[in-house]
């Protein structure tokens, strides 16, 4: 079992930066996928950043150049760090862990672009 909790989300102006945190009840260096999930108002939950296989890292298109995942193994903690928000980023933002083929989920944050 993998118990996921986020902070970090709010609301901030378009152009703004904002950074969200994932804490996991294991060690990282256990869990074989760490990833960061978004569900916009009224559409599908989709990837937005993940790191496997130790650091290899991919992005979702749309937030590429603007996205950065990272994870440190000496805290179990895995971060989003958001730049150059737009009002199309508002969502609910998921931390997200595979370990062993299990999946596991945060409770989300919301995080909203506004002016």
């Known amino acids: 079992q993998v118990r996921l909790v986020e902070s970090g989300g709010g609301l901030v102006q378009p152009g703004g930066s904002l950074s969200l945190s994932c804490a996991t009840s294991?060690?990282?260096?256990?869990?074989?996928?760490l990833a960061w999930y978004r569900q916009p108002p009224g559409k599908q939950r989709e990837l937005v950043a993940r790191i496997s296989d130790g650091d290899y890292t991919n992005y979702a298109h749309s937030v590429q150049e603007r996205f950065t995942i990272s994870s440190d193994s000496s805290k179990d903690m895995v971060w989003l760090q958001m730049t150059n928000l737009k009002p199309e980023d508002t969502a609910i933002y998921y931390c997200?862990?595979?370990?062993?083929?299990?999946?596991?989920w945060g409770q989300g944050t919301q995080v909203s672009v506004s002016s």
């Open positions: 294991v060690s990282i260096r256990d869990i074989h996928v």
């Open positions: 997200y862990a595979q370990r062993y083929g299990f999946s596991y």
